[in-house]
């Protein structure tokens, strides 16, 4: 894993677009401390940066961007390709000759052997651009699931890149604020993909690339993944069988490093399962390097769990007991280090700085097991979703007169589309509260929100399918890989999801309903499919989300209070609320982003890095 960045423009001079690629990486530094690389094309104007963060072939050679075919080929890779094995096998077959040990170059060879074709055999997290001098083409391509972000913007003549989106900070670009982001971030609490704070930068969609003609200067955009949800796997044992050998060999190849890796044990379903498979492929000898955050506050506190796990699976573990004054030490860290605003990611901030204390470079996360196999509430309320859909807007928009916020959520089902119903699942503020924060009127309010460019699911889904697709491609897509990424390397910590590999997604794509989601048992598939290893301590218990005291700590957090100023009469309220402890301190860390994101963000961004760099380099 990486941070890339690059620029093309024949308008400027290359030194020019040189000087802003590096400036963009250096901004980006902490996501690549092990290295740096350029390379430029003056002839097309392009420049492509890289800052390296080291877990696969750690010799110079595994060093980017990477030229390929006489230099015909260059890329400028973030991300890791988990059957780069398979397909360099495949590839030495066809009669290809490596130099390297990376997956780097496995996806140059590929593109040579396939060309565009190769974007759909890779399985793994990825964000990369592909300069191919003989076509006069640079493609951007981005994981099937999302997990690894791209940030790009485009207008004829011109095409600027980046994994993340203050990056774009360091170019001549002049950037604007998206007039509508605050509604957005207020309804969601994240920015949904496409959109973020610049109205001129946008995220590449998830199995898409970018094709970039630099003949014609112009970009097109192509879906390169397709799934049918059509079922065929109907037979329950031979379903379970299927699974437990595709995590297993998803987990294995998630554990690929040349470098110290370990897994995040929080004692929930998922992690407790990547803990005991990993464990299980550790050669004779060693043991599976784990680590787990505790509190004191022992209504948070799952280490009963991950004890229980860390014997069972003999793992070299570590706890850490994170306090208050721990984490008002590090909150400003944890807020400042957010690459867009979001009511979530402080909690993986604390575990990837954990990680690093450690000594670890990757983690492996159980992010996707709630999405993929029915986890979240949100599973058994979507027949209650489908119903109340049904009835006519007016009674609908009846609801904003209700005093619970709960409530007024089902506001959001007379919009009559997939925002709607997933704002109505997880929405942080209704519309009328929006308008009151912002002083704008609720028409307006709706009006963006029906308005946002967010697709639908099939219609033949079935009512647990349907809440998957809401919870997998928006608040999975949207909020939980964004923030564990920006997060993550925020530490140089790279963060593999072994429940997102494309083969076990497949596996469940095609998986009748029934047995995916069992209406008895929240995530039974799963827990019959590994019963001989998995403690029924572990699944019986009452499901714990990983999170932290925030409701407490935030109330008497001085340097939180104190920015959580009044910009309306509406926020004098709801932060009085918030100190009755009236109001959820999600929605009062939504305002604090409110408050804090803005032009200046821009200088704390640089500044942030400043101070981070100099202390590594003191």
């Known amino acids: 894993m990486c941070r890339i960045a690059g620029i093309i423009d024949l308008n400027r001079p290359v030194e020019e677009l040189q000087q802003e690629a590096k400036a963009m990486c250096n901004l980006m530094a902490h996501g690549g401390p092990d ?129 993340e989106v203050k990056a774009f900070s360091q170019t001549a670009l002049p950037l604007t604020e998206l007039p509508e982001w605050k509604v957005y971030f207020l309804a969601f609490g994240h920015l949904p993909e496409p959109y973020t704070t610049f109205a001129q930068v946008k995220m590449l969609p998830k199995g898409t690339y970018l094709t970039w003609d630099h003949q014609v200067q112009q970009a097109a955009f192509t879906s390169y993944h397709r799934t049918d ?22 987990v294995n190849r998630h554990l690929i490093s040349d470098a110290p890796i370990g897994v995040f044990l929080s004692g929930g379903i998922d992690s407790s399962l990547l803990t005991l498979l990993a464990a299980e492929s550790q ?64 909690n993986s901030w604390f575990v990837s700085y954990f990680a690093k204390q450690k000594g670890l470079k990757a983690v492996l996360s159980g992010i996707g097991g709630d999405e993929l196999f029915g986890g979240y509430p949100s599973f058994k309320r979507m027949k209650m979703v489908r119903l109340l859909s049904k009835l006519p807007r007016f009674i609908l928009k009846k609801a904003i007169h209700f005093k619970p916020s709960s409530l007024k959520r089902i506001y959001y089902l007379s919009y009559k589309n997939t925002a709607g119903k ?38 033949y889904l079935t009512v647990e399918q349907e809440a998957g697709w809401l919870e997998f491609n928006l608040y999975l897509q949207n909020q939980l890989l964004k923030d564990i990424d920006a997060m993550s390397m925020q530490h140089g910590i790279e963060v593999r999801v072994p429940f997102l590999d494309q083969d076990l997604i497949q596996l469940l794509d095609y998986t009748s309903s029934v047995i995916r989601y069992q209406q ?22 009452k499901k ?68 981070q760099n100099s202390s590594k380099n003191a």
């Open 35 to 163: 290295g740096e690389g350029f390379y430029a094309d003056e002839e097309n104007g392009l420049v492509f940066g890289h800052r390296r963060l080291a877990l696969i072939d750690l010799s110079p050679t595994g060093q980017q961007p990477m030229l390929y075919h006489n230099r015909h080929l260059v890329i400028t890779f973030n991300g890791e390709i988990y059957n780069f094995l398979e397909l360099k096998t495949e590839l030495v077959e066809a009669g290809f000759e490596f130099v390297s040990q990376s997956d780097t170059e496995v996806i140059l060879a590929a593109y040579q052997h396939w060309g565009i074709a190769s974007f759909s055999r890779l399985n793994g997290m990825f964000a990369f651009a592909l300069y191919d001098q003989l076509e006069a083409k640079t493609f951007l391509v981005r994981d099937p699931s999302g997990i690894k972000p791209l940030y790009y913007y485009h207008e004829p003549g011109r095409l600027l890149f980046s994994s």
């Open 229 to 250: 949800l059509k079922a065929y796997a109907k037979d329950q044992k031979l379903a379970e069988t299927a699974l437990n050998k595709t995590l297993k060999n998803a």
């Open 283 to 346: 050669q004779p000898g060693k043991h599976l390097k784990t680590l787990s955050i505790n509190f004191s506050e022992q209504q948070f506190s799952e280490q009963v769990y991950q004890d229980q796990i860390a014997r069972q699976a003999q793992c070299e573990h570590s706890e850490y007991l994170i306090d208050k004054n721990t984490f008002e030490k590090h909150l400003p860290d944890a807020l400042a280090a957010m690459d867009q605003p979001t009511t979530d990611g402080v």
């Open 422 to 459: 997933y704002l109505f699942l997880r929405g942080i503020y209704s519309p009328s509260e929006i308008a009151s924060i912002l002083n704008l009127e609720t028409g307006q309010v709706d009006k963006i929100l029906q308005s946002m460019l967010i697709s639908a699911p099939p219609e």
């Open 520 to 541: 008895s048992k929240p995530k039974g598939f799963l827990i019959d499919a590994f019963k001989e290893i998995l403690p029924e301590a572990i699944w019986k218990r």
């Open 544 to 611: 714990m989300g990983f999170t932290f005291p925030f409701q407490t700590w935030l109330q008497t957090n001085d340097f939180f209070l104190k920015a959580l100023k009044a910009a309306s009469p509406k926020v004098i309220d709801l932060k009085a609320a918030f100190l009755r402890g009236e109001l959820h301190w999600s929605k009062a860390l939504a305002l604090y982003q409110l408050e804090s994101w803005g032009n200046d963000k821009l200088k704390s961004w640089t500044d942030l890095d400043q101070v």
